[in-house]
Nanobody
Framework: QVQLVESGGGVVQAGGSLRLSCAAS????????LNWFRQAPGNAREFVAS????????NYADSVKGRFAISRDHAKNTVYLLMNNLKPEDTAIYYC???????WGQGTQVTVSS
C-alpha cells in the first residue's frame, strides 16, 4: 500500500513559485510529524521542512526559511509545501517523509531555471 504520494513539481523560472502536495494514507497522516526533504544530483538528501499537528509547530532549513511554508490539511490528509522566490539551487527531487513510520514517497522533481 502506497502511503505517501507527492505531486506538484515542475519547471519554473527563478523567482517563481510552486506548491507541492503530499497525499497521505490515514495511517501515514497520523504521524505526529511529517517532513519534506530534497535531494539534488550528486548531493545527500537534506531536510527542508517539518510540521507537527499545526503550523505553529513548523521548522525549516535555514536555506528556505522565509521563502517556503509547510502546511497540513487534516480534512484531506495532505501536507503542502508552498515554495516562493525559488532559486536555481532549489532544484532537486522533493520527498515527503514520516520519520516515525519510516515512510518515503516516490518524490517529485522541481527544476528552477536561471
Amino acid at each position: 500500500q502506497v502511503q505517501l504520494v507527492e505531486s506538484g513539481g515542475g519547471v519554473v523560472q527563478a523567482g517563481g513559485s510552486l506548491r507541492l502536495s503530499c497525499a497521505a494514507s490515514e495511517h501515514a497522516f497520523s504521524s505526529p510529524v511529517l517532513n519534506w526533504f530534497r535531494q539534488a544530483p550528486g548531493n545527500a538528501r537534506e531536510f527542508v521542512a517539518s510540521i507537527g499537528w499545526t503550523e505553529s509547530n513548523a521548522n525549516y532549513a535555514d536555506s528556505v526559511k522565509g521563502r517556503f511554508a509547510i502546511s497540513r490539511d487534516h480534512a484531506k490528509n495532505t501536507v503542502y509545501l508552498l515554495m516562493n522566490n525559488l532559486k536555481p539551487e532549489d532544484t532537486a527531487i522533493y520527498y515527503c517523509n514520516s520519520a516515525v513510520l519510516g515512510y518515503w514517497g516516490q518524490g517529485t522533481q522541481v527544476t528552477v531555471s536561471s
